[in-house]
């Protein structure tokens, strides 16, 4: 049996901040862009991993959600609170140069890890935590 990941999703705001995020500063393709009932959701990817997708959609995107929960879910993205994802680069040192470029708000310089990765972090415009790691080179 072969399970791989297909699609992850990562909630987002304002998509026109968010894609001059991820497509201008990451360089992710725009691989689908849908309105449906009011709702917008923005299809992203690595152009090296093509059968994987991050899906930028508004939080709280269940249309069963009540009001309550849907301004629960917007105010702790405000917040940063919602998990973050993690990206594998070549390059920590280059990515977060690009990265810290675009005016994103670092929260972690480039460090080696005592479990050996080396990685950086910010936050992307909605408040998610992206961290990028790059394994030990052998």
Not at 110 to 117: A, E, F, K, N, S
Request: charged share 25%; aromatic share 8%.
């Amino acid at each position: 049996m072969d399970i791989r990941l297909s699609q992850c999703f990562i909630a987002v705001d304002d998509h026109d901040k968010a894609l001059a995020f991820y497509r201008d500063v990451l360089g992710f393709e725009v691989r689908n862009d849908v309105g449906f009932e009011g709702m917008r959701w923005v299809t992203v990817g690595s152009p090296s991993q093509p059968d994987v997708e991050i899906v930028l959609e508004p939080p709280a995107a269940n249309p069963n959600a009540s009001p309550a929960d849907k301004q629960a879910m917007a105010e702790l993205l405000a917040k940063g609170m919602l998990r973050g994802v993690i990206f594998s680069t070549d390059d920590c040192d280059a990515t977060f140069e690009r990265v810290r470029a675009s005016g994103a708000d670092v929260l972690q310089e480039p460090i080696d890890q005592p479990y050996g990765v080396r990685d950086c972090a910010f936050r992307d415009p909605a408040g998610n935590m992206l961290r990028f790691t790059q394994r030990p080179r052998t």
